[in-house]
C-alpha cells in the first residue's frame, strides 16, 4: 500500500475513534506515560504540537507542562517555504487558528529550534519509529538538523509496515495505547 493510501486510511481510523469513549483514556494513559520518562522529567525546553480533534490531545499534555515549569515551544510554520522552527507558548489563551485552520501562538514569544525534548506527531509509524506524517515534510526536514530525543504519542492501529525513503527520520520513542 502506498503512504499515501496509508495516510488516507489511518486519518479515517483516528477520526472514527475520536468519536468513541476509549479515546479518552487512551489519551490519559499515554499523557501518564510521557509525564513518567525521564526525557520529559529533565526536559526543560519542550517541543509538541498542538493537536487536531483526531489526533491525540496535546492540549492537557501542553498545561501539565506549562503547570511543571517547563518552556513550551509549539511549530511556527512557514507554508511558502516549507519551513518550520519552534515558537514559545506561555499560555494556552494566546492561540489562534491560522489559514489551513491549525492553531498558532499569537503572542510575541521566543522563536528556537533548541530543544531538550520533541514530541513528535504523525499518522502511521512502523516499531523502528518511522513515520508517516500528513506529507509536507516539515518534521523529517526539522529533524535531519536538529538533535534532540524524541517521542511520539500514538494508538496500536497507528503501527503499520511501509517503505521507507531516504529523508524519512525515525522517533527513537514510540509510546503506544491500546484501543480495545
Known amino acids: 500500500m502506498s503512504k499515501r493510501s496509508l495516510r488516507k486510511e489511518i486519518i479515517k481510523k483516528m477520526k472514527q475513534f475520536s468519536e468513541q469513549e476509549q479515546k479518552l483514556s487512551a489519551d490519559q494513559y499515554l499523557t501518564q506515560q510521557l509525564l513518567n520518562l525521564s526525557e520529559y522529567k529533565s526536559a526543560k ?20 507542562m506549562l503547570n511543571d515549569d517547563k518552556n513550551v515551544y509549539v ?15 506561555d499560555d494556552l489563551s494566546n492561540l489562534a487558528p491560522d489559514d489551513k485552520g491549525i492553531n498558532y501562538v499569537t503572542s510575541n514569544t521566543e522563536i528556537t529550534n533548541d ?16 513515520r508517516i506524517g500528513y506529507g509536507g515534510g ?11 530525543p524524541t517521542i ?29
Open 115 to 130: 530543544l531538550d525534548l520533541l514530541i513528535v506527531p504523525g499518522v502511521v509509524f512502523n516499531n523502528k519509529g518511522y
Open 138 to 148: 516539515y518534521f523529517d526536514k526539522f529533524l535531519s538538523h536538529h538533535q534532540q
Open 75 to 89: 511549530p511556527e510554520t512557514d507554508y511558502k517555504t516549507k519551513t518550520m522552527s519552534f515558537k514559545g507558548l
Open 45 to 64: 525546553r519542550i517541543g509538541i504540537v498542538l493537536s487536531m480533534a483526531h489526533e491525540v490531545d496535546t492540549y492537557p499534555i501542553i498545561s501539565k
Open 152 to 180: 511520539s504519542l500514538i494508538y496500536d492501529f497507528q503501527i503499520n509496515d511501509f517503505e521507507i525513503e531516504a529523508h524519512d527520520q525515525p522517533v527513537q520513542k514510540l509510546i503506544i495505547a491500546a484501543t480495545h
